[in-house]
């Protein structure tokens, strides 16, 4: 299911993981997807296992202003990282 998810996101910018509660959706966004994008898995420049660089994920949860969610996790991501306001401002 992570290779799937992953060659839908080659693919499309975006994609969306829907189903029942308890179904594993989140272990599948995080220890799936999101293991595999730490590692360089979307890279498309050089191959995946020469790769040395983290790739950062950034996690929300949508509640009732999904864009606002999203935008303070980004913000929390990048201050953890040491980006100066300029550098956030720009994120946001």
Known sequence: ??????ALL???RAVTIVADSGAGK?????AGVGHAW???ALR???PRSDDTT??????MRPAENPVEQL???IQSAALQLGCDQAAIASLR
């Open 71 to 73: 935008r303070n996790a």
């Open 10 to 12: 080659r693919r499309h």
């Open 1 to 6: 299911e992570t290779d799937e998810v992953l």
């Open 26 to 30: 989140s272990s599948l966004a995080m």
């Open 38 to 40: 730490r590692g360089g």
């Open 44 to 46: 498309t420049d050089r």
């Open 54 to 59: 983290i790739w950062h994920v950034v996690t």
